[in-house]
C-alpha cells in the first residue's frame, strides 16, 4: 500500500512575515511605554547610605588636663540631678571623645539657665577639643568677669589663649586660679616672664602714641602681677616722665636705685629729682658722694654747685619754693626768685622812687617793688601798672637777668646789652646763662627749674657761689 503523504509546515506568503514582525515590535514598545508610565506615575524611594552618629573625637594629650571637672572651683549650689547629667556627660566627652552628647546636653541646660555655667564650661571644652579657641574666649571671658577663681573655666580660657598667642592673658587666666590648681600654678611660673615682657612693650606703645590712660592701664597690671620687680619700676619711671610727675618719677627711681644700688644715671637723677620735689639734704648729700669718688668729673662738680643752691632754695619761706617748681612762671613769681635769690637784689637800696598801682595787694609787694625800683623789670609808664599776674615769657627774663648783670656785674658781662626788644638768647648764651646746645625759645614760658638755673648762673658771675 502506498505510504500516506508526509504533513507539511503551513508557509506564509513573504509579505504575512513582515507583518508579524512589526506586530512583534509594536507590542514591545508598547510594553516599555507602559512601563515607563508605570514609574512616572509611581516612582520608587530613592536609597540613600544610612545615617552615621558622629564619629567621636580623640582629644589632644596636651589638652586633657586642661579639661577637668566644669564643677571644679564653681562656688554656686547646684541641683543634684543637673549636676550628675552633666557630670556624665562630661566623662563621656573625657573618656570617649563624645563631643555631640556634650554639646547637647550643654546646649539644653543653657537653654533653661544661660547663666549656669558649668554648662558653659562644658561647652567650651567641646569647642576647645574642635579647635575653636577663639571660641573658647567669647564663651569663657563674661564667665571670668564673674567668678575669677574658677578654676575650670580660668584653666580652659589659658589654654585657648595661649593658643591663640595671647601669653599675656592666658598668664592672666592662669594666674587667677594659681593657688587652686597646681597646673595653673606650673604655666604662671613658665610664662611669668614673657608676659611681664609683652605688658612691658604695650606699655613702651602706648606712650609712643600719646596714649597715657592705656599706658596707665598696663602699668597697673604690671603691679598687680610683679609689684617689686624692675620691669615694674622701670615702667612707672616712663610713665611718670611722660605726665611730667617729678614725684612719682622719684619714687620709681628710688626703687629702682633700690635694685641697681651703683647706678650713676639713677643717681643723679635721683639727687635733681630729690633738690626739686623730695628731701633737699638727701640729694644734696648723693652729689657730694658721687663728686668724692669723681674728683676729676668737671660735670660733677657743676652738679655739686647746683645742689648747694637748690639746698639753700630749700632754707628759704614756703611759697618761694612752691614758686621754683611751677611750670610756668608770671611776672609777678619771677621778681619773687630774682629778690631772693641773688643777694645783690635783696641788699641793695633803691634808686627810684616808681609806683605801680596793681601790686598794692599782692602778697609779694614788697619783693616786686624793689626790682622794679632797682630798674630790673619795668612798669607801664602811663598806666602804672606792673600785670603781675601775666606770664613771663624766656626772652623777657633773659633780658631782666642781664640787666641785673650790667648793674651789679664786673667782667665782660657787666657791658652786655640787655637789649630793650632784641634776641636776649646770644648774649645770655655768650654770658654763660646757657647751655650752648639749650633751645632758648625767646617766646616760649619760663618754668620755675629753668629760671633758678639761670638765676644760679648769674648769681656765680656776680661773685656769688
Known sequence: ????????????????????????????????????????????????????????????????????????????????????????????????????????????????????????????QVQLAAGDDHDVLLRLLPVGDALPTYTASQLLLGRATERMGDVALAYSAFRAVAARSPLALKRVNELHGRALEIVANRLDEALRGGRLPDAGQQLDLLRSWAPSEAVTFEAARKLAVARGDHAAELTAVKDLISRRPGDRPLLERRSELELEVGDPSAGLKIVQNLAAEHPKDPSLAQKLESAKFRWRLSQLPRDVQEVAAKADLSRADFALLLYWLVPDVRNSRPTAGRIATDVLDNPHQEEIVRVVNLGLMDVDPTLHRFSPGSSIHRGPALRVVLRMLARFGVGACAGANPGGGGNACDPAEACGLLEADDNCEPAGPLAGTDAVEILRRSVKLLGGS
Open 1 to 124: 500500500m502506498p505510504s500516506p503523504p508526509s504533513p507539511q509546515r503551513p508557509t506564509l506568503p513573504e509579505g504575512g512575515r513582515h507583518g508579524c514582525r512589526a506586530a512583534t515590535a509594536l507590542l514591545l514598545l508598547a510594553v516599555l511605554l507602559a512601563a515607563g508610565n508605570a514609574c512616572t506615575t509611581a516612582p520608587k524611594p530613592p536609597v540613600h547610605p544610612p545615617v552615621r552618629p558622629p564619629e567621636p573625637l580623640a582629644l589632644s594629650p596636651a589638652d586633657r588636663p586642661y579639661l577637668i571637672d566644669p564643677f571644679e572651683g564653681y562656688p554656686r549650689d547646684t541641683d543634684p540631678e543637673r549636676r550628675e547629667r552633666l557630670a556624665a556627660a562630661w566623662h563621656d566627652l573625657l573618656d570617649r571623645g563624645e563631643t555631640a552628647a556634650a554639646s547637647r546636653i550643654a546646649g539644653e541646660m543653657l537653654a533653661e539657665d544661660p547663666q549656669f555655667f558649668p554648662a558653659q564650661v562644658l561647652a567650651a
